[in-house]
Antibody
């Protein structure tokens, strides 16, 4: 059974930083591309960042480029998102999602971790 | 950026009825289109990928169709557990983008 468990969310002041983690289990982690997707309270889904399995090629949404850094540790079956220079509009539930084997659909999702940016 | 537009924003239906949800892309995404279901307080769940392929464990009452810029998700006979928000997502170009969602309500 595929399991994705996010952690690291919390309340942070504007300009602050957090590191989100996603622990993966139940599949060969190193073989799959991984993603972060967020959802602001009461709003829709927004793709944040992706990291490809084959070569660690990385993509970011324009809204987070230069402030967020995605990374993975295949030995630890873990995905990370370092988020810096936080803004109020970054307040959201952040989901870790596994990509499909042959495309950038989000095949499995974690339960999410809430990041709240407020003074 | 490819803009995904879903309609209607809200769909009011009764159990047992057929529901048809639309998703339009601002430019062609070929068949690289996925549909998700999200219930309150839960993570989204993949329903359909490659425009028409049901994900593992998804009931046959869910079907997807379309290619290029026009896509449809059909729920043939709504069950009580199907009342939720549905999102489409294009997987063809960066950045990956979602539609705004359709809320299927009673």
């Amino acid at each position: 059974e595929v399991q994705l468990v996010e952690s690291g969310g919390g309340l942070v002041k504007p300009g602050g930083s957090l590191r989100l983690s996603c622990a993966a289990a139940g599949f060969p982690f190193s073989s799959y591309s991984m993603n972060w997707v967020r959802q602001a309270p009461g709003k829709g889904l927004e793709w944040v960042s992706s990291i490809r399995s084959s070569d660690n090629y990385i993509h970011y949404a324009d809204s987070v480029e230069g402030r967020f850094t995605i990374s993975r540790d295949n030995a630890r079956n873990s995905l990370y998102l370092q988020i810096n220079s936080l803004k109020a509009e970054d307040t959201a539930v952040y989901y870790c999602a596994r990509a499909g084997s042959d495309g950038w659909r989000f095949e499995f999702w974690g339960q999410g971790t809430l990041v709240t940016v407020s003074s | 950026e490819i803009v995904m537009t879903q309609s209607p924003a809200t769909l009011s239906v009764s159990p047992g009825e057929r529901a048809t949800l639309s998703c339009r892309a601002s430019q062609s995404v070929s068949s690289n289109l996925a549909w998700y279901q999200q219930k309150p307080g839960q993570a989204p769940r993949l329903l359909i990928y490659d425009a028409s392929t049901r994900a593992t464990g998804i009931p046959a009452r869910f079907s997807g169709s379309g290619s290029g810029t026009e896509f449809t998700l059909t729920i043939s006979s709504l069950q009580s557990e199907d009342f939720a928000v549905y999102y489409c997502q294009q997987c063809n170009n960066w950045p990956l983008t979602f539609g705004g969602g359709t809320n299927v309500e009673i």
